[in-house]
């Protein structure tokens, strides 16, 4: 089994930044792609951002493209960061890391990924 534990959520102003971290632990060797998600209120998860364990490909989704940046730790390669600036009040939801055994069929296919982590908030206030 993989538990995903993220942290770094939390509330800042609009404008401000976080960095939201994801570590893997358990069988992790079999992990290919890790990403990160968020989901609003009565709403289903939206992708924001993926990478490639093995060859840091990187895939960003149209909301995440510009003020979020995804990086895996340089030496420990269970770890995966959301970098996120600029952060404005629309951005406030559940922050959720994810991880599969296999490439997605499709960039941040949600059912592609089998592990999830608890969430973290984010708030971000005007």
């Known amino acids: 089994r993989v538990q995903l534990v993220e942290s770094g959520g939390g509330s800042v102003k609009t404008g401000g930044s976080l960095r939201l971290s994801c570590a893997a632990s358990?069988?992790?060797?079999?992990?290919?792609?890790m990403a990160w998600f968020r989901q609003f209120p009565g709403k289903e998860r939206e992708g924001l951002a993926q990478?490639?364990?093995?060859?840091?490909?990187?895939?960003y989704s149209d909301s995440a493209m510009g003020r979020f940046t995804i990086s895996r730790d340089s030496a420990a390669k269970d770890t995966v960061y959301l970098q996120m600036n600029n952060l404005k009040p629309e951005d406030t939801a559940m922050y959720y890391c994810?991880?599969?055994?296999?490439?997605?069929?499709?960039?941040?296919?949600?059912?592609?990924?089998?592990?999830w982590g608890q969430g973290t908030q984010v708030t971000i206030a005007p």
């Open positions: 994810a991880a599969s055994v296999r490439r997605p069929r499709y960039p941040l296919a949600l059912r592609d990924y089998g592990y």
């Open positions: 358990g069988y992790t060797d079999s992990l290919i792609y």
């Open positions: 990478i490639d364990r093995e060859d840091l490909r990187l895939y």
